[in-house]
């Protein structure tokens, strides 16, 4: 059990100097498991649950949580029957983490995986709307009217699937680059779009999850965030919790 005062544990997270962080506890806006924190308040960084205006502050140092570059044929799960590579085997065997939702085996980029069970769900629940964002490299001449199709709606065997927002980025007479983002996240759901639409993806990668972009990861690779990093990521899900 570590304890610590409250300005000392959101310091040592990172995430701003111990003067800035009394002065956020003096302003009423830092609580502690729901109750308005205090000067002079102790905390138990594992187990005590800090937030700044309603937004977590991972002050934990057992949490951990990966960005990968997941590479094609890798399977976004923890074991494969089939004996696949996964993630998993991409990243320290120790402290134990899950991948934060899923990207298709035939596709590529960015993954989180964490043990930061409420950031899991927040990324991953519908109903925080965190978006991820998609290049899509397709067959034929796409148009805008494509984009506009793909914005209003595409209806699917399991209901409609929409993107937030999409725009084309280049087209050829036989191929385009589409950049998609989405918040629902549904089985092989953009491919299923596009290929519903004439236009099936002959490429797609992820290449951003709600304000994390990363361009310097190599296929497998993979960094540690830091809490600055989550803590945006925990900002950009919002503070409503899900429903019970």
């Known amino acids: 059990m570590t304890v610590q005062r409250l300005q000392k544990a ?15 506890i003096a302003a009423g806006r830092v609580t502690i498991d729901g ?7 102790r905390v138990e ?11 977590p502050l991972p002050v934990s140092p057992s949490l951990v949580t990966y960005l990968i570059y997941k590479p094609i044929g890798v399977v976004s799960t923890a074991s494969d029957p ?12 120790e402290p134990r983490v899950v991948p934060v939702g899923r990207l298709d085996a035939d596709s590529e980029g960015l993954l989180l995986l964490s043990n930061d069970g409420e950031l899991v769900l927040r990324v991953t629940h519908p109903r925080f709307g965190m978006t991820k964002t998609y290049v ?7 148009n805008a009217r494509l984009v506009r199709r793909l914005v209003a709606g595409v209806e699917l065997e399991d209901g409609v699937a929409k993107a937030r927002r999409a725009r084309l980025i280049q087209a050829t007479p036989d191929q385009g680059l589409i950049e998609l983002v989405m918040t629902e ?13 004439g236009h099936p993806v002959q490429r797609l990668v992820r290449t ?9 990861l190599g296929a497998g690779e993979w960094r540690r ?9 925990y900002k950009a899900a919002g503070t409503q919790p899900p429903s019970s």
């Open 225 to 233: 965030l830091d809490t600055g990093e989550v803590a945006a990521l």
């Open 208 to 216: 951003a999850i709600g304000p994390l972009t990363e361009r310097n």
């Open 45 to 55: 960084v594992d187990r005590h649950r800090v937030e700044v205006d309603g937004v």
């Open 185 to 197: 996240g549904r089985n092989r759901e953009i491919r299923r779009m596009l290929a519903l639409l």
């Open 10 to 24: 959101i310091a040592n997270a990172g995430l701003m100097s111990r003067r800035a962080a009394e002065e956020l």
């Open 136 to 142: 899509a490299t397709v067959a034929g001449k796409p």
């Open 82 to 93: 089939e004996g696949r590579p996964t993630v998993i085997d991409l990243v320290p065997a």
């Open 35 to 41: 109750r308005v924190a205090i000067l002079g308040d």
